[in-house]
């Protein structure tokens, strides 16, 4: 989308495994020191909003917010047409930054009052599966120009399957978890052409504390 610059990001495993296979992605936090947690909060500070899907928001509860970095904090934006965002997670209760859900017209309305309870502005999404472009439109409206897709592989899959992503980061831990179901980079589909497939060109690599950092942009 013009005037839009989407990044995605993620930490991930020498095999590509975002997490192990149970999906408790927080076992891969351990290889974070704090001057890796600073540079991921330096990035969030940068954008206006970060976005993420319900399943990491089940799987992590993670509150997303700026502590390790100066700056202030993005929106965050939680992709969840049903509304299962659990009422307890830490996004609904750490109320320093502005949230968002996104979710489906026929999401459950007891659960949408309880989201408004929590000081949580509500999108509602025209289509059952959050429609990215609508998304951006509305986010643009509010002044978003930079958003960070922190993950998971499904909402990444969905970025990159409609062409929206500019600039990708990844960053490799030195370990191989393996797991035929454990949650990639970049899931869903898949792209079955290389004519579809995105094509990416190495921009920068870094080495801090063990973890190798590559930054990408998407060709066009
Ligand atoms: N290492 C890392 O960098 C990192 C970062 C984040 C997460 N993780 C790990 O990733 C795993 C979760 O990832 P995941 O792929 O299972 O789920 P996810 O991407 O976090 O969430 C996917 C869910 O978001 C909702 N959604 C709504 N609109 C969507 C859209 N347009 N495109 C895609 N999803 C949309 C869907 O649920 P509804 O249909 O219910 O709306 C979908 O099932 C966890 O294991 C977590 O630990 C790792």
Same mark, same amino acid.
């Given at each position: 989308?013009?005037?839009?610059?989407?990044?995605v990001?993620?930490?991930?495993?020498?095999?590509?495994?975002?997490?192990?296979?149970?999906?408790?992605?927080?076992?891969?936090?351990?290889?974070?020191?704090?001057?890796?947690?600073q &540079?991921?909060?330096?990035?969030?500070?940068?954008?206006?909003?970060?976005?993420?899907?319900?399943?990491?928001?089940?799987?992590?509860?993670?509150?997303?917010?700026?502590?390790?970095?100066?700056?202030?904090?993005?929106?965050?934006?939680?992709?969840?047409?049903?509304?299962?965002?659990?009422?307890?997670?830490?996004?609904?209760?750490?109320?320093?930054?502005?949230? &968002?859900?996104?979710?489906?017209?026929d999401?459950?309305?007891?659960?949408?009052?309880?989201?408004k309870?929590?000081?949580?502005?509500?999108?509602?999404?025209?289509?059952?599966k959050?429609?990215?472009?609508?998304?951006?439109?509305?986010?643009s409206?509010?002044?978003?120009?930079?958003?960070?897709?922190?993950?998971?592989?499904?909402?990444?899959?969905?970025f990159?399957?409609?062409?929206?992503?500019?600039?990708?980061?990844?960053?490799?831990?030195?370990?191989?978890?393996?797991?035929?179901?454990?949650?990639?980079?970049?899931?869903?589909?898949?792209? &079955?052409?290389?004519?579809?497939?995105?094509?990416?060109?190495?921009?920068?690599?870094?080495?801090?504390?063990?973890?190798?950092?590559?930054?990408?942009?998407?060709?066009?």
């Amino acid at each position: 989308m013009r005037g839009m610059h989407v990044i995605v990001g993620g930490l991930m495993s020498a095999d590509g495994k975002i997490a192990p296979a149970n999906h408790k992605g927080r076992e891969f936090s351990q290889y974070m020191t704090s001057q890796h947690e600073q &540079l991921l909060h330096e990035i969030r500070a940068s954008v206006d909003a970060v976005i993420i899907g319900v399943n990491t928001v089940i799987a992590d509860d993670p509150s997303l917010t700026v502590r390790r970095a100066k700056g202030r904090n993005p929106l965050r934006v939680i992709l969840d047409s049903q509304a299962k965002t659990p009422i307890e997670s830490k996004i609904l209760n750490i109320e320093e930054a502005p949230t &968002l859900i996104a979710v489906a017209k026929d999401a459950p309305n007891d659960k949408i009052d309880l989201f408004k309870s929590k000081n949580v502005d509500i999108l509602f999404s025209s289509t059952q599966k959050i429609d990215l472009n609508e998304l951006l439109v509305k986010l643009s409206e509010r002044g978003v120009k930079r958003v960070l897709v922190e993950g998971g592989g499904e909402v990444r899959w969905s970025f990159f399957e409609q062409k929206l992503v500019d600039e990708l980061f990844v960053w490799i831990i030195p370990a191989i978890w393996g797991g035929r179901n454990a949650p990639t980079l970049v899931d869903g589909a898949g792209f &079955l052409s290389a004519e579809d497939a995105v094509n990416i060109e190495l921009k920068s690599v870094k080495q801090v504390e063990g973890i190798l950092i590559l930054w990408f942009s998407v060709k066009r």
